[in-house]
């Protein structure tokens, strides 16, 4: 993984509550067997007419103004539904590098730390303000300190917002979680002697 | 039993007995994983990144494979094979099996007597048991939560993590009782007290949160009853939901192939029996709703928190107060084709689809076969049956389930997720309108520009017969 320290970029607005990862990415699209090359697919019903490749000119990513933004605003409870980590390698992949809610479903916030996709929760009202000043000026943009745990807006005004110790620590220095747990064999070889093994074999 | 005079939930119990290095400031809790399943959609990037590190999956006895999501159920061929016609999944599939083959996990493909939807051969081969960790990647794993596992869907990353190691870093979740106290009526089941749950707290309610379902009615239910309530967590947001043990669950579990046998089926007992939550433990949230005021629901909107009682109307935008709320109504009905006070008794339906992981065990194509038993498939309506696993169908064809289903004019089907996921083959065409026994009706989800209502197996039947929504409860004259 990459490190993510600071992130700096033009916002563009979904606003709308409970996107689910269906609609990040449908699930026809899963059955590659590869991360890369899934951002055609971000959003794909929404972004395509019925044809399912002409672009869809009323759908805002489809926008010429903006073509480029890399901090997607949406409503509530974003990433709900499927636990298809699809759905962080789709938005990455069509370009985005953070995602700002009032809050996140469980498995997607997780799913996209481990990827690199900042989840950023701020409160109903920086959301709305969020909502409005991408809509009025699609030049908007934001900048994200990680190791502050800072958004600033395009306002100027400057919110914190949380972050996990742990997934800030893997973003800062460009880790992933495995290397933690492969460094506990002891720990685990431990528990499991003290532990015995509930099913012998799944065979 | 309480431990240092605290009193503990179910949850705390066996989450307690699973942590190898307790939470800190710095780090999440390292669960163990006793249980991993996987399957060939979630699985490829996790072999490719152990494979690409040179590791080994650490506990192959402890994994076990199934081919679900991408497989067809259309028919077998002269040779007994379902051939996989989409050359995606056909690759996908190839690469499941070498990786299971390579890294010597179990695993049934397709076709394989003991193939079918991962989170109903858990269950079925015993291999899901009280107060394991189980995981998948997959957000329906919550089912596993019936017998009293703490059973969650996880990332492919997470999948990787577990392969290699059988461990996951999680921060500890808070839990949330949700009472289902009195008894159901006739023709009300076990999907319609989730649908009911999940519109009351809403699609999100449940975000950070274990669910242990409590009280009469969930007692009175079947295992798989209860393995239905408990799949549907992740749609109120949980990422888990959990029953206590009783008898109904170790009748359920003893004599299948992988259940203790003899003085291990004995100790196990004794554990299992201390896993309920003590009396007086504190729960972080609390909710309680009333079997015996529920009648059949369904779903009008393009979430499952958009549910309601099956002969209620449709919300109307200009009564939601909340204006976020108000433009998804909008936004929901729209897809849906559907007006604001519109009643969804009488909709006409194009199809049914009995299945999924959260409808297609046997109780559930036996309620749905017993209600067929001489009735006809309205003519408009095209209905598909499809079994859970390849042993649920095989349990139906000895039962004769299946030719009640092709009497009555409905397609039986070989098993899989077939049209609840929609990648592979078994879809609704733009438009069409179909009452399903599934947990999602996301806008497309059943098939680009299909429209989903959620029902129970029993009012899915109903609306086959009728050619549009009904309530079972009309229909039941003569049905024990």
Redesign the interface.
Known sequence: MEKVSRIQGSIVAI????I?T??II???F??????DGLGKAAFC?WRYL?D?ETPNPEFVLNRPEYHGASVLIA???FG??????HAPWALLGAGFKAVIST?F???FR??SL??GLLPIIVDSETQQQLFSLAEEDPSASVSVDVEEQTLTLPDGRTVTFPL???AK?CLLNGV???G???A??D??RE??SE?P??????? | MTQNGKRRTLFDKVWN?HI??EQS????A?L?I??HLVHE??S??AF??IRE?G?KV?RP????GTMD??TPTTPRNELGIIPVA?A??A??LD?FTKNCEDYGI?MYALGDEHQGIVHVIGPEKG?T?P??TIVC???HTSTHGAFSALAF??????V??VL??????Q?R?NTMAVNIEGRLGEGVTAKDIILAVIARIG??GG??HVFEYRGEAIRSLSMEGRMTVCNMS??G?A?AGMVAPDDTTFEYIQGRQ?APQGADWEAALARWRDLPTDEGAAFDQEITLRADELIPMITYGT?P?MGMPINAAVPAPEDERDI??K??LE?ALTYMDLAPGQRLLGQAIDVVFIGSCTNSRITDLRQAAQFMQGRKVADSVRMMVVPGSQQVKKQAESEGLHEVFRAAGAEWREAGCSMC???NGDQLQ?GQYAVSTSN?N????QG??GRTFLASPLTAAASAVAGAVTDPRTMLAGLN
Do not use: W
Not at chain 2, 61 to 64: A, H, K, S, V, Y
Not at chain 2, 153 to 158: C, L, N, R, V, W
Not at chain 2, 442 to 445: I, V
């Open positions: 606003p709308v509550n409970d689910d269906d609609q449908p699930a026809r899963l059955k590659v067997t590869e991360k019903d019925e399912g409503g509530n409870n709900c539904g499927s636990s298809r980590e809050d479903a469980d498995i997780n799913n481990k990827n996990d110790g742990f620590y992933d979680q495995l933690y747990l492969l506990l064999d720990e685990v528990f499991e532990n093994q509930r099913v012998a074999t799944t065979a | 007995a190898v290095r400031d710095d780090a999440p390292v163990y006793d249980l959609v979630t490829p990037q490719s990144m590190r590791l650490r006895d402890q994994t076990i999501h991408s989409d995606m999944a690759k996908q690469t179990p291999l048991q107060g394991m990647g997959d957000s869907g996880i990332g492919t990353s997470e990787g993590h290699a190691t059988q461990t996951l870093l921060n979740p699609i999100g975000t950070g992740i749609e947001g990422r992988h979430n928190g976020n709320k433009i998804a936004k996921i929609a990648m733009p999602r996301f806008e497309g989800r680009k520009g």
